[in-house]
């Protein structure tokens, strides 16, 4: 139990530092703020009304399946069937991305958002990668590669508080004191390693492709494959 729970609500460490990360694109400012642009706080509030919409097909499939996801698809083997299978679906949304629609987020249409939460649902499959199915959507849709990782780093704040909301009042809270500190452990760790690796991530997708983490993942699926038949 501890195990599928910690998997999830680390995450929420992770969430922290997408949260301060983009913390001027995603507060809107109120106009007794320092700084109150009313044509920023438009963007922001159109862009929280695409990750709203986002967010709800998978929330309401993930609540749906959950007990059949815990129960069938968390094993080594189906973790890595998905990374295959998400590598491929990365790589054909690469080739089929020859001319950009859009931009920057402020440029999707909530089509667009709904889209990219319904290729989100993928990443109920564990191994599959909810920022991968996201980004995959993304692409997709005509995205460029910088807003699709963008907007997928928005909707992972919703997405990943509520999954982990949603796994810890499953589970009954009823955690011992050790398991509580490793949750806390782990999120604090997460926390400190998504501050760097987002960054990074950000500046590496403007200009590279993302190829390398396909191969990456199959790879990593043909070796998890390999140490379950030996």
Known sequence: RIQ??????????????????????????????????????????????KVIIAFFPAAIIGVLTNDYIDKYLFNSKSVAMALIVGAFLLLYAEKRLKRVRVDSTDDMTYSDALM??????????????????????????????????????????????????????????????????LIFIGSAVSFIVALIVVSLFMNYIKTKKLAPFAYYRIALGIVVLLSIAL
């Open 4 to 49: 599928n729970v910690f998997d999830v609500v680390i995450q929420a460490g992770a969430i922290l530092a997408v949260i301060i990360y983009f913390w001027n694109d995603i507060w809107p400012k109120f106009p007794f703020e320092k700084g109150y642009n009313r044509r920023h706080a438009k963007n922001v509030y159109r862009l929280w009304g």
């Open 116 to 181: 990219v939460g319904i290729f989100q649902c993928l990443s109920l499959w564990p191994g599959m990668s909810r920022s991968a199915s996201t980004i995959i959507g993304g692409l997709f849709m005509g995205l460029s590669r910088a807003a699709s990782a963008e907007f997928s780093f928005y909707l992972a704040i919703p997405t990943i508080i509520g999954a982990s909301v949603f796994k810890l009042f499953k589970a009954g809270l009823a955690f011992t004191s050790a398991e509580w500190l």
